[in-house]
């Protein structure tokens, strides 16, 4: 497979070649600034030495010149000094007219002798010149700093040395020689062409200087924006003549602290590095063209080749190409591996087409299974809601009996609660009759004799009227246990509207909740039965009630007999019970009020007789519904049964 330019760029084994021509790049990069760093130091090192060297021998033959010179002046002063008269032609000998250009003597009175013989301006006096100063200062011989003459305009050095006879001092010799000789001298100093040599004093005013111009200038004029101090180091500065290299020697044995100067040219010192690191990088260079070319064509025989033919395969694989033969597999190296796993996902490759041929078949008959289940529904949908139709019809009926049935009910609790008052009326209407006879039993008591039979028969009525009382006060039980009962059909009302609520509520969940129907017919029968068996107790105790009320009516017959015959009797005794006729009127009153009451109280039970039978039919329309809507809940189940049944089935 043939790659792109731009996909031999991205490739793996191009990234590879590139991180190991990175890789050997670095390490001879690496090893060349080591021995760069090696050579350097070497470098530095022998520039030290030769520097330090070279300085040596220049400054030895300074100090052999400028020592050469001083003693022939101090010769010269020694011989001063045993002549009485000295004068110029003193000085004409050879071995000083060689030597120096001029030689002289300056005395303490202010006279001078200088040969060759010139003319001084007028006033000139020895004594005030920086040579003649210095040696007296010295008390020994002495060197000035070069300066230029005044005669002939030259730089030149004074040697100097005191003259004394027995201890005074008579004057200064000196001699001058021009700075032409010692430059020649320091440009006979051997730095292999690529430096000079120079003079500074201590204070670094330069002395000598292969450039005269730069005679009395200071290190700082000649390497600007450079700090050079006066050091037996080397130093790295930049000057008028670019990069250098300065160190300085000292001048031993001279009467002056000058220093001897060496400047060479920095680049042409480490030339030699230049060639090395050139050498080096041109090494690196081909290391790392022949690794690039070696690995280049190792990865492309060993590694892209083969991983080529394995990526084409899997290219094939990966478009649908499952026949397609996975080249490597024989091998047993990390390429057999990548083959050997192209294989098994070309394997899994087919057996992931088997496996979803089979769930597309699955798949076309979850589809027709869900038709099938969608058609269901839709049924289901249909006549459940037939269903829940009647189920909401036998609600409502089921309601408004429950609603009739505890009016019916609070009625009932009305009446029987008018029944209790007027039987409490009754009694007590009953008390003041029995107290209206105690009140003629007591009058009639003063004709013992002619109402004895009175007696009899007014003990006879209280012993009626006492039966009565019992009577009536079975009757006021006899209602408040009818009181009891209906309490009892108010609760079943209650219930019976509670279930009626919660009918309603199933009836709204009936889709998943059919088996509470069931329940709720169940308990509204259960109501049911309890209410008939109230009624049955209801209409047992009207019966009861009815049977005392004629035990009570006959027992008020027999008073009214009772009476009857008192008053038969009364007519006869009329004379003597006079003052007992309104006693007896009050009682004939208390007694009708008795019956009245009685009559009241038989049209209450009659009305609470009505009452229970309406709450038995009542009752009996609830079962009904309930049995309807039992009805109904089963066949809702059974319906219920067939869909999920269908749905299994699809």
Not at 525 to 547: G, R, V
Not at 631 to 638: C, I, T, V, Y
């Amino acid at each position: 497979m043939s790659l792109s330019p731009s996909q031999a760029r991205k490739s793996v084994f191009a990234k590879i070649l590139l991180a190991a021509a990175a890789v050997i790049l670095i390490i001879f990069s690496g090893f060349a600034v080591f021995n760069d760093t090696l050579q350097r130091q070497a470098k530095t090192e022998e520039v030290q030495e030769y520097l330090t060297g070279v300085g040596r021998a220049v400054a030895q033959s300074m100090e052999n010149w400028f020592d050469g010179r001083i003693m022939l002046v101090a010769a010269t002063a020694e011989r001063l000094a045993s002549e009485e008269t000295p004068t110029a032609a003193f000085f004409d000998i050879p071995v000083l007219t060689r030597e120096f250009s001029a030689s002289y003597l300056g005395t303490a009175d202010g006279s001078f002798h200088i040969w060759p013989v010139v003319n001084l301006p007028d006033g000139y006096d020895p004594r005030q010149r920086p040579w003649y100063k210095d040696a007296v200062a010295a008390g020994s011989p002495t060197l000035t700093n070069p300066y230029q003459d005044a005669t002939s305009g030259d730089y030149v050095v004074t040697a100097a040395a005191p003259v004394r006879q027995g201890g005074d001092l008579i004057g200064v010799a000196g001699a001058d020689f021009t700075i032409t000789s010692m430059v020649e001298t320091l440009k006979t100093v051997d730095l292999q062409g690529i430096g000079y040599a120079f003079v500074v004093d201590e204070n670094g005013k330069i002395l000598l200087h292969p450039d005269e111009a730069m005679v009395s200038k200071t290190l700082a004029e000649l390497f600007p924006g450079e700090t050079v101090t006066i050091s037996s180091e080397a130093q790295y500065v930049e000057g008028l003549e670019g990069a250098r290299i300065v160190k300085f020697a000292s001048i031993e044995g001279l009467p002056v602290s000058w220093q001897i100067g060496m400047s060479i040219d920095r680049n042409a010192a480490f030339s030699s590095l230049g060639d090395f690191r050139m050498s080096a990088a041109v090494a690196t260079i081909i290391a790392v063209g022949l690794m690039f070319a070696t690995l280049g064509y190792l990865f492309r025989t060993l590694l892209a080749r083969p991983l080529a033919d394995v990526t084409n395969s899997m290219t094939c694989i990966s478009e649908g190409n499952l026949e397609t033969d996975v080249p490597g597999l024989q091998r047993e190296d990390e390429i057999g591996a990548i083959a050997k796993a192209v294989e098994v996902f070309r394997t899994n490759a087919e057996s992931q087409r088997v496996l979803e041929a089979k769930q597309q078949a699955e798949q076309e008959a979850k589809t027709r299974r869900a038709e099938i289940v969608d058609s269901l529904l839709a049924e289901f949908n249909t006549e459940i809601s037939s269903v829940l139709e009647t189920v909401s019809d036998a609600t409502d009926k089921l309601e408004a009996t429950a609603r009739e049935l505890a009016e019916t009910s609070e009625k009932g609790s009305t009446d029987s609660a008018n029944a209790a008052q007027i039987t409490d009326e009754t009694a007590s209407n009953v008390r003041s009759v029995a107290a209206a006879s105690e009140e003629l039993t007591s009058s009639i008591a003063e004709i013992a004799r002619r109402v004895e039979e009175s007696a009899r028969i007014s003990n006879q009525a209280a012993a009626e009227a006492m039966q009565t009382d019992q009577t009536v006060q079975s009757l006021v039980a006899t209602t408040d246990r009818i009181s009891e009962i209906v309490g009892l059909i108010n609760d079943i009302a209650a219930q019976t509207n509670l279930l009626a609520l919660n009918a309603t509520i199933e009836a709204a969940r009936a889709g998943e909740a059919g088996k509470g129907f069931a329940v709720v017919a169940s308990e509204v029968k259960s109501l049911a039965t309890q209410t008939a068996k109230a009624t049955e107790d209801i209409a047992q105790q009207i019966q009861e009630m009815q049977a005392v009320s004629n035990h009570a009516a006959e027992a008020i017959k027999s008073i009214g007999k009772v009476i009857g015959e008192m008053s038969e009797i009364s007519g006869e005794i009329s004379a003597s019970v006079d003052q007992q006729s309104q006693a007896t009127n009050e009682i004939s009153r208390n007694v009708n009020e008795v019956s009245d009451g009685a009559t009241v109280i038989s049209e209450t039970m009659t009305k609470v007789s009505m009452g229970a039978q309406s709450t038995g039919r009542n009752a009996t329309d609830v079962l009904s519904t309930a049995e309807a809507l039992s009805s109904e809940s089963d066949n809702l189940r059974a319906k219920v049964e067939r869909f999920f049944n269908g749905i299994r089935a699809a």
